[in-house]
């Protein structure tokens, strides 16, 4: 995990079309597409809502020149997340259908319907569309530029500096659990080496555990000394100087979000049209 965040920031700083975007037009466009995405019905019009929002991202993504396997590794890091709760729904009833066709009827009265399966699969699509957007702004925004994007947005000044602090005090603690890893390497020791005693191995996982922790409480109070001799107080603010947004990100603004709010609303007539 402390590793796959320096992944994450190290992919973020690279240069291509979309890195380059200013963070507010990926911002708009990412929860533009969240919420639209949520917004649409249960119901088969989000398949191809889906499909077009996914293109759409596929697009991005070819054009951040980001490998495939970087979305797949981020990808399968975040779907245990979801896919049990997507899953036990093929075993429920849910308030989106009327009538419930049994396909598949299991032991202790457990059974698995047609319309939970739809309803699973609509879920499904949602939870992959959302997901997808996500990780494009985080694989092509480096933190600081979200933070001082979303402040240019109108993020409250209290949210900014305590989410930048708890951005950067994140990767001092990878830093320190870096050290840690590496110094237990260094002394041949491994958790998964089966040649030592288990309890051995839990009692030095643990002894190193509690030093992790106690580090990064050490370094969080030298952090906030050298705040508090810096000027830190209650009134105290991140800097975010206005930028006005360019040509360029006007224009991924002006092509991308029509295709993000108009996409739902013809698929939703469209459908209506056929009923």
Excluded at 106 to 135: N, R, T
Excluded at 254 to 260: D, E, G, K, Q, T
Aim: charged share 15%; aromatic share 14%.
């Amino acid at each position: 995990m402390i590793e796959d965040l320096f992944f994450i920031e190290k992919q973020a700083s690279r240069k291509s079309p979309v890195h380059d975007l200013d963070a507010r037009a990926k911002i708009i466009l990412c929860f533009a597409a969240v919420v639209a995405m949520v917004a649409v019905p249960y119901s088969p019009v989000v398949f191809p809502v889906g499909l077009v929002f996914f293109l759409l991202f596929a697009l991005l993504w070819g054009l951040s020149r980001l490998s495939p396997l970087v979305y797949a590794r981020r990808l399968v890091m975040v779907i245990p997340f979801g896919f049990f709760l997507i899953s036990v729904q093929i075993f429920v009833q849910n308030p989106y259908y009327t009538v419930y066709t049994s396909i598949a009827d299991l032991p202790l009265g457990i059974h698995i319907y047609q319309q939970s399966v739809e309803f699973a699969l609509v879920l499904l699509v949602k939870f992959l569309v959302c997901i997808s957007y996500i990780i494009l702004l985080s694989s092509t925004t480096r933190v600081p530029d979200l933070l001082e994007g979303a402040g240019r947005l109108g993020l409250p000044a209290e949210f900014s500096l305590v989410l930048g602090m708890m951005v950067r005090y994140i990767f001092v603690f990878g830093y320190t659990a870096r050290k840690v890893k590496e110094s237990l390497f260094s002394r041949c020791f491994s958790a998964f080496d089966r040649n030592l005693p288990y309890r051995y191995r839990l009692r030095v996982l643990a002894y190193t555990i509690g030093t992790l922790f106690l580090r990064s409480y050490e370094q969080g109070e030298r952090t906030y000394m050298a705040m508090l001799c810096r000027g830190y107080g209650r009134e105290s603010h991140l800097y975010i100087r206005k930028k006005p947004l360019r040509e360029r990100d006007i224009l991924f603004l002006v092509v991308s979000l029509p295709v993000i709010v108009c996409t739902p609303v013809i698929a939703w007539i469209s459908a209506q049209g056929m009923l």
